[in-house]
């Protein structure tokens, strides 16, 4: 655990950069590509016939940002509205989300704007939000457009692009936009405090800081 | 012996195959959805599997599709007898033959043209004659299951025999009408008569020119055929009815042509009885001890290739890869120079396939052990019986591929299934051993309770009228088991469709979730032509198993479940347990798609398979012990990670051994006393111990209580087994004055839950220590602790750890057999 909470050691001694670790859920209608982008940013594949969450599934992917390595613990959930009542625990805490719809398909535009006030309402208060217009290769289908959402994400204050998993195409840049945007100080968590995935259990109320970060 | 022989040498029982490939997609096209359009040998595929379950004396039953590397598609269908066009040039057929002939291809058409089905692809060839001079048409189903045409590059027709109007719709129209298979008809009889193929020596082009030529013929197209073939005389000399008929057939106007109803009608068929009809039961069809369905299965078995024999006979060619590169790839994706040679498309070849291995592997099967017998109640008629083929101690999968064992295990459930629902016992007992591949779907309809009108019952639903639902299901069915041929095609879509839909619709009650479409796959995929089937057992299903999972609120439903799982977990891994509650690894984070779908959403189709196989024949708390089977499995890894690694496990399932993973279900499922998994919310027609929701456990005290209640009733039997170590924690006064038979006093007050040590609850602890086998009950009062001291015990390692449901006192009234008064002696 030494990677969680501690400074990294080399194999010859000398120490390098922060390592923060921070919880990021994704949300959005069901198939909009969540677990799809996803895929693409852990494991760099695409799979034409994801299969659905049901649930949640969690993975991790550690990214570099200057001298901090930064380690993402992803919780992408179940899409469909029934799934609602799970969410909470999964947003609970986290210092990230990454909202997602399909541009393709206004309606999952319009339930993502959803999501977007109920994490602003109930998630952590300095939770960083992205906005992911997925897709991008139907851009010929597209039924939003670009500065419909640009527009509204300015508005609420939240990181946006439009992305695809299939040609990878903006997928890395967002989860880095969120990376670079997240907090990095050392006041803002304590050692192995709120972010970490077992943190986010029911009737845990475990720190639920913007960030913690180690040096 | 020569019984035997007929019945396996039955000349009805020969296939051949045929192959051709299906149109190409163009590059990287993608679908309206963003997914990549089928490939069209899969929707082939799909649209095929009907052909096969047309049962039809005058037509050659469809047995197999198989789906080739780049877009082949080998199509298996019996194939016995030899093809008329052997009979013409000999004196073989005489008048009545001929009009035999023809009312059994009529016969044929009739029951295509039921449903829907246009032939196509009628011609003398491909009408075989057996040897009992009646005759089966041959690849009736290539025009139907290629769409009409549609999916392949060639044109789906024998140009000789096809109608003129064929000739003259635009290229494009994928639609044909019936009658155009009449005119094929009508050539195929005044070839036959004339006892000379048409036009032998001419051409394709001449051949079509011919055909067109006789568009402009004034008066009989027959006759004018016969003058062109120098046998004028053949025609003057028939029969008058069988000459109307063909004339009939030839009518140049297909408006103007009899359908085959009417020709069915004609006077000429009166006098030719219909072949010998067998009795026809109302209830249920004919008994057939095996079909050619089960014959090809055991072929199989028996090392039977259909593509290697297609190799071997030059109709499948391999060429070296360096050939199959492209010579350019543009940037967009296009791909040129690959263009597949035209006339290797389809090539109308069959090919037999040799039957002689599977005869000498089976000739030493005993006439008997065709016939079973069922019930047995002589011994003498027992010993008579060849002693069984004895696969039992060897693995599934080498049982399942045995095409002896798989022989004899078929033979005696399609008896068991015809005797269905009195028989369904027996079905049990031997589904219990294993159950085999090719009659799956049947047994689990068996065992799931099916009724006969499950049929009626389906098509009263409603499957059609939109509902908000509609979106969520059109979303998920394309991501549902899409490496399966089957459910990946169109027509498996819209099957998937329609079940889900008329599920929805039929149980107002509950709603879709997501994972109800992976629920239903493995039915639809056992029972994918009897779309009706595969609902009426996801009907049984659910209620058994997943008993108000599906309500619009299913949180208390689904909290209960998982607090079971937890607690059951501890009860047999106390070592496992205490680790996932210390890292705080709860069920809610991996295991809700486990038991929400069965594990049908976690596992490929052919595990699921075997594990539901086992599941269908336990009760509603198998999948629990599944579950923990399959933690077991990945115990080593578990018990060495944290939460990280354990949740990184579960996103991305590792290989589980599923037979592995079956049997020790099964075991623990066999050492569980049934109360330990008791849920308040499972089906009521289930629960047979009363008053253990009278207490009403709620889900806050299922998650605190770390161990599990049982009920008196288990512990009174526990005890009279002598399988039960009681551990009594009242007072010693209390104690004293009554007790259970051989209990261990253990006063609540005198234990110190410092550290998880057994030392620490005194000389008793050793005998726990050393217990692996009986179950440790904890017996108090309603004023003792009854949380913390098996939680300690499952500190300490103790398994199989629970705690008497209502105490001590619920034992007075019920079973004083059980008690005794420690301080006096025992009487």
Redesign the interface.
Known sequence: ?ANRTGTAQRPNGQTQGKICQFKLVLLGE??VGKSSLVLRFVKGQFH?????????????QTVCLDDTTVKF?IWDT???E??H??AP?YYRGAQAAIVVYDI?NQ?TFGRAKTWVKELQRQASPNIVIALAGN?Q??AN?RMVEFEEAHAYADEHGLLFMETSA?TAMNVNDIFLAIAKKLPKNEQAGAPGGGG???RL??G?TGPKAAGNCCK | MDIQKSLLHNPQFQFGAITFFAKQHKGDTCGSNGLPLTPNSITVYGRAQLLKIIENPYLCQYIDIIRGKHERTVVVSQYCGKPLTACLNTDNLNVDNIKKIAYQILKGLEELQKRNIVNRNLSTENVLLMEDNNIKVFNYGLYYMTGNGQYVAFPVMSVLYTAPEVYLSKPSSTYSHPKGDIWSLGIILAELVINKPLWNSLKLGQIIRKIMSLLTANGSVFERITREHNCYEKYSELPADLKDLINSCLTVYPSNRPSVQDLLKREIFNNIAPSPMKTKSKVCKPFQNFTIMEFYHWWQLAGGDVLLELKKQGLIRTSPPILSLPKAVLMDGNILGLERNFNLLYDPKVVLMPLDTLYRRFSHIPLSSYYPLIHINSDIIKKSEPPQYDASNLPLVIREKDPEYQFHRTILMRRLLHGYPFTRNLIIKESEKDIPPLLRGNIWAALLHVKGDYEKEYAKIDKTTPTPTDRQIEVDIPRCHQYNELLSSSVGHNKLKRILKAWVSKNSQYVYWQGLDSLTAPFLYLNFNDEAKAFACLSSFIPLYLHNFFLKDNAAVIQEYLAKFMQLISFHDPTLANHLHNINFIPELFAIPWFLTMFSHVFPLHKILHLWDKLILGDSSFPLHVGLSILTQLRETLLNSGFNECILLFSDLPEVDIEQCVTSSLKSYNITPRSITYRKHQNENEKNIENMDEMGITVQELNRERCPRIHFTDVVKLVNEEKAIIIDIRNPTQFSRYAVRGSLNIPFSSVTFGSPVLESIGPHGATLKNNTEKVVVVVGTEDTDLELFPKFLLECKVSRVCVLHGGFNVLLPVSPTILYTPNSPIL
């Open positions: 655990m069901s198939a034409e016939y994801q299969e659905s969450t049901i649930g949640a599934a969690f993975l991790t613990e179940a899409g469909q029934r799934y009542s799970l625990m393709t309606d897709k290769d139907l289908k299939k970490q995935g077992r259990v029911d845990d």
